[in-house]
């Protein structure tokens, strides 16, 4: 068990739909990632956050949107989904923003039917 | 931005044997990290190696970072050893952790 900890598990939803995933950093971790696994594009960052604020962007689409609340815990929204938007979605927490150690959870498993 | 390549991208492996996995960098790294995805696809944390080497178990690691590259050795090998094995890593300039391809290792009996 990595500490962090996504909801929910899985997804099923349909195109043009609009869903929330949730993360729960580890313990005094204030750094929150977000990545995508599809089939043919790996492991692909989205978004970071630290303590709050908006720390790094990756090729998240503008149908995507996240945040981190004041209790740490983080929220990624997706909307108008797509089938290409099914994938496995990670989040990760680390102690700071850059070189300490990341830990992912079990991931949000999402199906767009 | 930082590139990583791994090699090689599959490996099959009778249950017993050893094998070597590789992981090219680009840049020099603040953060290099190995990860094991099990077939459930959880990507659960094996080594945070930015340099040196370290032990745990069956697995090792060494990251030689003046020569960019960081090994990931799997001895004795078992059939819950498969999966894919990704490495990560970051600069000091970025703030994401930038992931490899992977290899994908199947052991069998």
């Given at each position: 068990d990595s500490g962090v900890t996504q909801t929910p598990k899985h997804l099923i939803t349909a195109t043009g739909q609009r869903v929330t995933l949730r993360c729960s950093p580890r313990s005094g971790d204030l750094s929150v990632y977000w990545y995508q696994q599809s089939?043919?594009?790996?492991?692909?960052?989205?978004?970071?956050y630290y303590n709050g604020e908006e720390r790094a962007k990756g090729n998240i689409l503008e149908r995507f949107s996240a945040q981190q609340f004041p209790d740490l815990h983080s929220e990624?929204?997706?909307s108008s989904l797509e089938l290409g938007?099914?994938?496995l979605y990670f989040c990760a927490s680390s102690l700071s923003y850059t070189a300490s150690e990341a830990f992912f959870g079990q991931g949000t498993r999402l199906t767009v039917v | 931005g930082i590139q990583v390549e791994q090699s090689p991208p599959d490996l099959i492996l009778q249950e017993g044997a050893n094998s070597t996995l590789?992981?090219?960098f680009s840049?020099?790294?603040n953060n290099l990290q190995w990860f094991h995805q099990n077939p459930w696809g959880q990507l659960i944390n094996l080594f945070y190696i930015p340099s040196g080497t370290k032990q745990n178990g069956r697995l090792s690691a060494t990251t030689v970072a003046t020569e960019r590259y960081s090994l990931l050795y799997i001895s004795?090998?078992?059939?819950?050893?498969?999966?894919?094995?990704?490495?990560a890593a970051y600069t000091g300039t970025a703030s994401k952790l930038t992931f490899g391809t992977g290899t994908r290792l199947q052991v069998t009996l």
């Amino acid at each position: 068990d990595s500490g962090v900890t996504q909801t929910p598990k899985h997804l099923i939803t349909a195109t043009g739909q609009r869903v929330t995933l949730r993360c729960s950093p580890r313990s005094g971790d204030l750094s929150v990632y977000w990545y995508q696994q599809s089939l043919d594009q790996g492991l692909q960052f989205l978004i970071q956050y630290y303590n709050g604020e908006e720390r790094a962007k990756g090729n998240i689409l503008e149908r995507f949107s996240a945040q981190q609340f004041p209790d740490l815990h983080s929220e990624l929204n997706l909307s108008s989904l797509e089938l290409g938007d099914s994938a496995l979605y990670f989040c990760a927490s680390s102690l700071s923003y850059t070189a300490s150690e990341a830990f992912f959870g079990q991931g949000t498993r999402l199906t767009v039917v | 931005g930082i590139q990583v390549e791994q090699s090689p991208p599959d490996l099959i492996l009778q249950e017993g044997a050893n094998s070597t996995l590789r992981c090219n960098f680009s840049d020099s790294v603040n953060n290099l990290q190995w990860f094991h995805q099990n077939p459930w696809g959880q990507l659960i944390n094996l080594f945070y190696i930015p340099s040196g080497t370290k032990q745990n178990g069956r697995l090792s690691a060494t990251t030689v970072a003046t020569e960019r590259y960081s090994l990931l050795y799997i001895s004795s090998s078992q059939t819950t050893d498969s999966g894919v094995y990704f490495c990560a890593a970051y600069t000091g300039t970025a703030s994401k952790l930038t992931f490899g391809t992977g290899t994908r290792l199947q052991v069998t009996l």
